[in-house]
């Protein structure tokens, strides 16, 4: 929370506790903006949004959550292939897998090339990378916004609660949900050998939103 209130508070609007962020939280992020502050952005407000979320973030120490390298560890012991796709900037990105120690344990990782896109077009761009394609993979995410790009390119999703996105908001997907991370839904887990795609500090249909992740991401910031 503390980057989107820092966000909000860059354009002029009173910052949100987690009760408030819940219940309007919706993509596109201009559209949340548009319930905070009763105005859509302009385009250099937009703009100067992005920076503000993106640059937040690195003033705070990437943690592992608990248990979560075991986990990827562990996958990856079992058959899996695991990749991380994420709407963060490529090279924050991997800045932030190599401070968490956990880049060795994905086989490909992708942050945004360019400014712009969608989460659609940026996970497809990520999966024609991998063999198979998006055949057997299982993306994880914590938001109903990621469950349309899985089923844009014929991935299977589990959504995992814990975020700052409702468990019945979830729900109202369609796609398994999950309480945590380690006890994804069983019909949904995929076999040794397949891809295990999985997502990390998730964000609002490309913008600079950053929620904060629940049990679904291994990496999250301190608070």
């Not at 009760?19 to 105005?39: D, K, N, Q, S």
């Amino acid at each position: 929370m503390g980057a989107t209130n820092a966000t909000l508070t860059l354009l002029g609007a009173v910052p949100v506790d987690d009760v408030t962020y819940r219940a309007l939280h919706c993509v596109p992020i201009p559209e949340f903006y548009r319930l905070v502050l009763g105005r859509l952005l302009t385009v250099d407000e937009q703009a100067a949004a992005e920076g503000k979320f993106t640059r937040y973030p690195s003033r705070r120490p990437v943690r592992l959550r608990d248990g979560a390298a075991a986990l990827l560890a562990d996958l990856r012991d079992s058959g899996h292939t695991q990749s991380l796709q994420s709407l963060l900037p490529h090279e924050r990105l991997m800045a932030e897998t190599a401070e968490a120690g956990v880049s060795d344990l994905f086989d490909r990782i992708d942050g945004r090339h360019r400014p712009g896109g969608t989460k659609a077009e940026a996970l497809a761009a990520h999966l024609i990378h991998q063999p198979g394609h998006s055949r057997g993979v299982l993306l994880i995410g914590d938001t109903s916004d990621d469950a349309h790009p899985a089923r844009a390119v014929g991935a299977r999703a589990v959504l995992v609660t814990g975020g700052l996105e409702e468990p019945a908001s979830l729900h109202r997907t369609g796609t398994a949900v999950g309480d945590n991370l380690h006890q994804p839904p069983h019909a949904a887990r995929p076999r040794a050998g397949q891809q295990q795609g999985r997502k990390t500090g998730t964000r609002c249909a490309g913008s600079a939103h950053r929620p904060r992740t629940g049990d679904l991401s291994p990496l999250r910031r301190t608070r």
